[in-house]
């Protein structure tokens, strides 16, 4: 099952992420099969590719509840 979830990226305590869509049994920052966005929680900068998201959650992905959270924020949801 395919998910729309967080990837970590950055160095230690000094986090950003990225919003990729991944298997849901894969490990955290494994390979995922597309990135659609960036979020960086320090300075809340956020990036997201409206259209992919859109597209993917058309398809059946679900997004996890920190994710759902920001496309709320971000109005996309």
Do not use: C, H
């Not at 259209?51 to 997004?63: C, D, F, R």
Request: hydrophobic share 30%; net charge positive.
């Amino acid at each position: 099952m395919l998910k729309l979830r967080l990837k970590r990226i950055g160095r230690k305590r000094s986090p950003s992420y990225r919003l990729v869509i991944m298997e849901n049994s894969a490990r955290r920052d494994g390979r995922p099969v597309e990135e659609v966005g960036y979020y960086n929680p320090i300075s809340k900068k956020s990036t997201f590719n409206t259209e992919k998201i859109q597209n993917w959650l058309s398809y059946g992905v679900k997004p996890t509840k920190t994710v759902s959270a920001l496309l709320r924020k971000a109005e996309i949801i």
